[in-house]
C-alpha cells in the first residue's frame, strides 16, 4: 500500500503514494493505521485529514473500527487522490521531505534489551501522563540506529518501551508530532563535550513539550573489526559529540588516524560491520559492539570517567507540574535588547532563590513555533535557553515568570518535568 502524507503544524493530511517517515525505520500504512486505531485521540486526526484530503469524500468517512477498515479506508483515499492527480503532494511544509513506504520492519529491541540487563529504571512516577505510561509499551524515538547511547536513554526513561530509531534528531521531532511515537528522547548536554545545539533549535522550532529529563552516563569503546589491531587503525568514525568526548585519549593512544564525523555513534560501527572495513574504527558502545559484531580494541576512552549525557523526553502535551518532588522548569525568551534586560532576567530568579543549572544562547533565526514571536530581526541577536530548579507550580517561579516577561519581546515555557535525581 503507498500512501503520502504532508504535515502542517497542526494537521496530518494524505496525499498519494509515499510516507513522511525516518530512512532507517521504515513503516507500512499498516502499521501507522494500527497506531492511530490504539489511540482515542486520533480520531480528531482521522477527521482532519480525511476532510483535508477531499471535500468529496468528507461525509463518507469515519474513524476506522477494525484494522480492515482502515486500510480499506487508506485504499479508497489513494483512489481519489490519484484521480486529483497526486493532491497537494508540492505543499511541503518547513522542508520535510517523503520517503517510499517499506514493508513494516519491527523496530522494538525490547527483548535484546532486557537480556542486557540496562540500569534501573527511572522513575517517573510524578504527574498522570506519566502515570498512564509507566509499564505500557508506548513508541519512543530517538536519533541512531540500535545501540546508540540514545536508545539506551529511550530504555531507562520508559522501560518497556519500544524504541523507533530515527536518522535525524529533526525526525524523531516529527515522529511524535505525526503521532508515529508517543515520546522523543533526544539528547541536549554532555558533561565533557557541552550542549547538543541542534536540539535547542529543534525545541525552538517544534511544538513539543519537555516532560522529563533522564541522565544517561556515557562509557565509550574503540571498535574495530574481529582480527584488526591499534596499530591497523588510519581512521576513527563517530557522532561528533563522541569524537570530541575521546580527543584527549585517541591521542595517548597514540593513533595515526584521522577523525570523521557520522549521524551517530552506533551508525559508525554498523558502518565498518556491513563494509567490512579494516582500517577505521569506531567509537560507540560495548551493546554496539555486541549488536554489529565488532572486536573491543579499548574500552572506556572517554577523556573523564565522569562522561554524562543529559537527554529530555518529548511529547504532544506537557504534565501538570507538581510540587510533590523537584521539579525543573525549561524556558526560552529573547530579551528586549535594552542594556541590563538579560541581567534583570537572570535576577528574577536569583531573588527568589531559585537555581538555574543550564544556560545556553542560540542565533535567533527566524520566527520560533507557539508563542507570540515579536523578534525584531538583526545580525547577532540571541535566544537564550534557560533551565531552572523549580516546578511552574510554585509560586516563586511564577513570580519569576511574571517579571521575566516585563523584559523579555519573546518568551516560551518549553516544559515544567521532574528532575532526575540519580547520583
Ligand atoms: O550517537 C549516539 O549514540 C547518540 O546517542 C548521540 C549522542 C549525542 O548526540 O551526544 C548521545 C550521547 C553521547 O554523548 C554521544 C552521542
Same mark, same amino acid.
Given at each position: 500500500?503507498?500512501?503520502?502524507?504532508?504535515?502542517?503544524?497542526?494537521?496530518?493530511?494524505?496525499?498519494?503514494?509515499?510516507?513522511?517517515?525516518?530512512?532507517?525505520?521504515?513503516?507500512?500504512?499498516?502499521?501507522?493505521?494500527?497506531?492511530?486505531?490504539?489511540?482515542?485521540?486520533?480520531?480528531?486526526?482521522?477527521?482532519? $485529514?480525511?476532510?483535508?484530503?477531499?471535500?468529496?469524500?468528507?461525509?463518507?468517512?469515519?474513524?476506522?473500527?477494525?484494522?480492515?477498515?482502515?486500510?480499506?479506508?487508506?485504499?479508497? $483515499?489513494?483512489?481519489?487522490?490519484?484521480?486529483?492527480?497526486?493532491?497537494?503532494?508540492?505543499?511541503?511544509?518547513?522542508?520535510?521531505? %517523503?520517503?517510499?513506504?517499506?514493508?513494516?520492519?519491527?523496530?522494538? +529491541?525490547?527483548?535484546?534489551?532486557?537480556?542486557?540487563?540496562?540500569?534501573?529504571?527511572?522513575?517517573?512516577?510524578?504527574?498522570?501522563?506519566?502515570?498512564?505510561? #509507566?509499564?505500557?509499551?508506548?513508541?519512543?524515538?530517538?536519533?541512531?540506529?540500535?545501540?546508540?547511547?540514545?536508545?539506551?536513554?529511550?530504555?531507562?526513561?520508559?522501560?518497556?518501551?519500544?524504541?523507533?530509531?530515527?536518522?535525524?534528531?529533526?525526525?524523531?521531532? &516529527?515522529?511524535?508530532?505525526?503521532? *508515529?511515537?508517543?515520546?522523543?528522547?533526544?539528547?541536549?548536554?554532555?558533561?565533557?563535550?557541552?550542549?547538543?545545539?541542534?536540539?535547542?533549535?529543534?525545541?525552538?522550532?517544534?511544538?513539543?513539550?519537555?516532560?522529563?529529563?533522564?541522565?544517561?552516563?556515557?562509557?565509550?569503546?574503540?571498535?574495530?573489526?574481529?582480527?584488526?589491531?591499534?596499530?591497523?587503525? #588510519?581512521?576513527?568514525?563517530?557522532?561528533? +559529540?563522541?569524537?570530541?568526548?575521546?580527543?584527549?585519549?585517541?591521542?595517548?593512544?597514540?593513533? +595515526?588516524?584521522?577523525?570523521?564525523?557520522?549521524?551517530?555513534?552506533?551508525?559508525?560501527?554498523?558502518? *565498518?560491520?556491513?563494509?567490512?572495513?579494516?582500517?577505521?574504527?569506531? *567509537?560507540?558502545?560495548? #551493546?554496539?559492539?555486541?549488536?554489529?559484531?565488532?572486536?573491543?580494541?579499548?574500552?572506556?576512552?572517554?577523556?573523564?570517567?565522569?562522561?554524562?549525557?543529559?537527554?529530555?523526553?518529548?511529547?504532544?502535551?506537557? *504534565?501538570?507540574?507538581?510540587?510533590?518532588?523537584?521539579?525543573?522548569?525549561?524556558?526560552?525568551?529573547?530579551?528586549?535588547?535594552?542594556?541590563?534586560?538579560? %541581567?534583570?532576567?537572570?535576577?528574577?530568579?536569583?531573588?527568589?532563590?531559585?537555581?538555574?543549572?543550564?544556560?545556553?544562547? #542560540?542565533?535567533?533565526?527566524?520566527?520560533?513555533?507557539?508563542?507570540?514571536?515579536?523578534?525584531?530581526?538583526?545580525?547577532?541577536?540571541?535566544?537564550?535557553?534557560?533551565?531552572?530548579?523549580?516546578?511552574?507550580?510554585? &509560586?516563586?517561579?511564577?513570580?519569576?515568570?511574571?517579571?521575566? &516577561?516585563?523584559?523579555?519581546?519573546?518568551?516560551?515555557?518549553?516544559?515544567?518535568?521532574?528532575?532526575?535525581?540519580?547520583?
Amino acid at each position: 500500500m503507498e500512501l503520502k502524507y504532508l504535515t502542517s503544524s497542526s494537521s496530518i493530511v494524505f496525499t498519494g503514494r509515499a510516507l513522511l517517515l525516518p530512512k532507517c525505520c521504515v513503516y507500512n500504512a499498516e502499521r501507522l493505521v494500527r497506531a492511530s486505531l490504539s489511540n482515542g485521540h486520533v480520531l480528531h486526526e482521522w477527521k482532519t $485529514l480525511c476532510a483535508t484530503i477531499n471535500g468529496q469524500v468528507e461525509s463518507q468517512v469515519t474513524k476506522p473500527k477494525s484494522l480492515k477498515e482502515a486500510v480499506d479506508l487508506i485504499s479508497r $483515499l489513494n483512489k481519489v487522490d490519484q484521480g486529483n492527480g497526486g493532491g497537494d503532494a508540492d505543499k511541503v511544509v518547513d522542508g520535510l521531505s %517523503f520517503l517510499q513506504v517499506g514493508n513494516l520492519v519491527p523496530s522494538t +529491541q525490547r527483548s535484546e534489551l532486557a537480556a542486557l540487563n540496562l540500569p534501573r529504571p527511572l522513575s517517573i512516577s510524578c504527574g498522570q501522563v506519566s502515570d498512564t505510561l #509507566r509499564g505500557t509499551s508506548i513508541r519512543v524515538a530517538y536519533q541512531g540506529v540500535p545501540g546508540a547511547y540514545s536508545e539506551a536513554a529511550a530504555a531507562k526513561a520508559y522501560p518497556n518501551c519500544e524504541t523507533v530509531p530515527c536518522d535525524q534528531f529533526e525526525v524523531a521531532f &516529527q515522529s511524535v508530532e505525526l503521532w *508515529i511515537a508517543e515520546r522523543a528522547v533526544l539528547p541536549v548536554e554532555n558533561s565533557l563535550g557541552g550542549s547538543i545545539h541542534r536540539n535547542y533549535d529543534l525545541l525552538l522550532r517544534h511544538h513539543l513539550h519537555i516532560v522529563g529529563e533522564v541522565q544517561l552516563p556515557v562509557k565509550h569503546c574503540l571498535l574495530a573489526l574481529p582480527g584488526v589491531r591499534l596499530s591497523d587503525i #588510519r581512521r576513527v568514525i563517530s557522532h561528533p +559529540q563522541a569524537l570530541s568526548q575521546c580527543e584527549n585519549t585517541l591521542t595517548r593512544l597514540g593513533l +595515526q588516524a584521522a577523525r570523521e564525523a557520522v549521524d551517530d555513534t552506533a551508525g559508525a560501527a554498523q558502518f *565498518i560491520a556491513e563494509n567490512g572495513i579494516r582500517d577505521t574504527a569506531a *567509537i560507540a558502545s560495548s #551493546r554496539a559492539a555486541q549488536i554489529y559484531g565488532m572486536n573491543v580494541l579499548a574500552e572506556g576512552i572517554q577523556d573523564d570517567c565522569n562522561n554524562v549525557t543529559r537527554f529530555v523526553m518529548l511529547a504532544r502535551e506537557p *504534565i501538570i507540574p507538581k510540587l510533590d518532588r523537584p521539579f525543573k522548569t525549561s524556558i526560552v525568551f529573547a530579551t528586549e535588547g535594552t542594556t541590563g534586560s538579560l %541581567f534583570k532576567v537572570l535576577s528574577a530568579f536569583a531573588f527568589r532563590n531559585i537555581n538555574l543549572t543550564k544556560i545556553e544562547s #542560540r542565533p535567533q533565526r527566524r520566527k520560533a513555533a507557539g508563542g507570540v514571536c515579536n523578534i525584531k530581526k538583526r545580525c547577532f541577536e540571541y535566544l537564550y535557553y534557560i533551565d531552572f530548579e523549580a516546578s511552574m507550580a510554585d &509560586q516563586r517561579a511564577q513570580n519569576a515568570m511574571r517579571e521575566v &516577561q516585563e523584559f523579555t519581546s519573546f518568551l516560551r515555557v518549553l516544559g515544567s518535568y521532574p528532575m532526575d535525581m540519580a547520583p
